[in-house]
């Protein structure tokens, strides 16, 4: 790096500083996580529905962080007085619920506003954080140091800053090489991960080691599938097949005719997605198979177009990436590299908490079903949200042990 260039960015670096704190970024995505994804995340899960009864979950606010008193009154927190008193430094999450009883003809709507839901730690000189009631300067007589930056949590008297993580960049095709003596030369692949229900999976397309196959290796499938037949089950023929890859070349065509060779004994939608079905990971019926083919192939395999998206831009991104695959086996791009900073991304406070709280409200929303389905005379949401502590642990856990992942067989539930 040229003197004159590393002059130029020492001064970008002086000038974010200058306006920005060295935490702002990690400050900035938990305010986001709190004032917008949580809302977000409870909107994708707000109804429960039972037969002649039904919750709705509403808006989600967050009361300061408060403490409850030996006596039983109820106080502001302070971040200093959680960490000699080891207490979490958190906020109750409220919750508008109703709930719905139909009787015959006739609905009777029962609200509940601001119901606490959990608990969410709060990550100091956030926008809820109390710290933001007072000037910086005098911070020191609530304990605090007015140079304290914050953007970390206090849980269970123990302060804990929350690494980013980084992850290689999703829904973005990688085309890399394979060892000698691997099943297939070439694999482009991308994680294909969906912002609305944050479902992901992993797709491939291979050149086989025999240099004269091409196939997509798709979700609950067994054995890789002809490139061909995937199209032809999307309602794609031979020409549109060719278009759709949009490779003009001559040392691409003879892959192309080995695409459409594949697929030649598929000659309509119906018979490729049978042949799909002859390799699912289920057993099901024949009835079923079309049926189950298809929510594979229009459904599963690109989760990140969402609910919206059309079987076109499925066939474009899937013929986009063959594209990819088969210029790099030609030699007219270079093969990508997946460790490269540009295909990476760098999780921050919010991101990570947004995950781990979709994961967990899905999971409390399951859970309270099936205590509603056991109690179908006499339904009670709120006896039931009281005795649930799984936001709550959740968080904790979580941010305690570094450890970002739903336990599957823990018990949250208050005895």
């Known amino acids: 790096m040229s003197a004159f260039k590393e002059k130029h960015i020492w001064k970008v670096f002086e000038s974010y500083a200058r306006v920005n704190s060295f935490v702002s970024t990690q400050i900035d995505s938990f305010?986001?996580?709190?004032?917008?994804?949580?809302?977000?995340?409870?909107?994708?899960?707000?109804?429960?529905?039972?037969?002649?009864?039904?919750?709705?979950?509403?808006?989600?606010?967050?009361?300061?962080?408060?403490?409850?008193?030996?006596?039983?009154?109820?106080?502001?927190?302070?971040?200093?007085?959680?960490?000699?008193?080891?207490?979490?430094?958190?906020?109750?999450?409220?919750?508008?619920?109703?709930?719905?009883?139909?009787?015959?003809?006739?609905?009777?709507?029962?609200?509940?506003?601001?119901?606490?839901?959990?608990?969410?730690?709060?990550?100091l000189r956030s926008s809820v954080c109390n710290l933001n009631q007072i000037n910086q300067e005098d911070s020191f007589q609530y304990g605090e140091c007015p140079n304290d930056p914050g953007g970390y949590f206090i849980v269970k008297g123990n302060e804990r800053v929350l690494v980013g993580q980084m992850r290689a960049v999703y829904?973005?095709?990688?085309?890399?090489?394979?060892?000698?003596?691997?099943?297939?030369?070439?694999?482009?692949?991308?994680?294909?991960?969906?912002?609305?229900?944050?479902?992901?999976?992993?797709?491939?397309?291979?050149?086989?080691?025999?240099?004269?196959?091409?196939?997509?290796?798709?979700?609950?499938?067994?054995?890789?599938?002809?490139?061909?037949?995937?199209?032809?089950?999307?309602?794609?023929?031979?020409?549109?097949?060719?278009?759709?890859?949009?490779?003009?070349?001559?040392?691409?065509?003879?892959?192309?005719?080995?695409?459409?060779?594949?697929?030649?004994?598929?000659?309509?939608?119906?018979?490729?997605?049978?042949?799909?079905?002859?390799?699912?990971?289920?057993?099901?019926?024949?009835?079923?198979?079309?049926?189950?083919?298809?929510?594979?192939?229009?459904?599963?395999?690109?989760?990140?177009?969402?609910?919206?998206?059309?079987?076109?831009?499925?066939?474009?991104?899937?013929?986009?990436?063959?594209?990819r695959l088969l210029m790099t086996h030609i030699g007219e791009r270079s093969e990508d590299d997946r460790d490269n900073f540009t295909n990476k991304r760098v999780e921050a406070a919010g991101t990570l908490m947004y995950d781990i709280f979709r994961n967990l409200f899905k999971k409390y929303t399951q859970f309270i079903k099936a205590q509603l389905e056991k109690r179908k005379q006499r339904p009670d949401i709120i006896s039931i949200i009281s005795r649930i502590k799984e936001i709550t642990k959740g968080f904790h856990r979580c941010i305690a042990t570094g450890n970002w992942g739903v336990q599957k067989n823990a018990s949250y539930v208050r005895t």
């Open 31 to 123: 305010n986001n996580f709190i004032n917008f994804g949580m809302q977000e995340v409870v909107d994708q899960e707000s109804t429960i529905a039972l037969p002649n009864y039904v919750v709705k979950f509403g808006q989600i606010t967050l009361a300061p962080p408060q403490v409850i008193e030996e006596d039983r009154v109820l106080k502001s927190a302070w971040p200093n007085d959680a960490r000699l008193r080891d207490l979490n430094y958190d906020s109750a999450i409220l919750c508008d619920i109703s709930e719905t009883y139909i009787d015959r003809d006739e609905k009777k709507v029962v609200n509940h506003p601001r119901i606490v839901i959990g608990r969410v730690p709060i990550m």
């Open 171 to 323: 829904n973005h095709v990688f085309v890399l090489r394979q060892k000698l003596g691997e099943k297939h030369k070439w694999i482009a692949e991308t994680r294909s991960m969906s912002d609305e229900t944050g479902h992901s999976i992993l797709l491939r397309a291979m050149i086989g080691s025999d240099d004269r196959s091409v196939d997509f290796s798709l979700p609950y499938i067994k054995e890789p599938v002809p490139v061909g037949v995937v199209f032809k089950a999307l309602g794609y023929e031979d020409n549109d097949i060719v278009n759709l890859i949009g490779l003009d070349s001559a040392k691409a065509l003879k892959y192309i005719r080995y695409i459409l060779r594949d697929s030649f004994f598929c000659s309509s939608k119906k018979e490729a997605l049978l042949h799909i079905s002859k390799y699912a990971m289920h057993v099901i019926s024949e009835d079923k198979e079309e049926n189950y083919a298809w929510q594979i192939v229009e459904t599963e395999t690109l989760p990140h177009l969402g609910v919206s998206g059309s079987v076109s831009e499925q066939a474009c991104f899937l013929g986009r990436m063959i594209r």
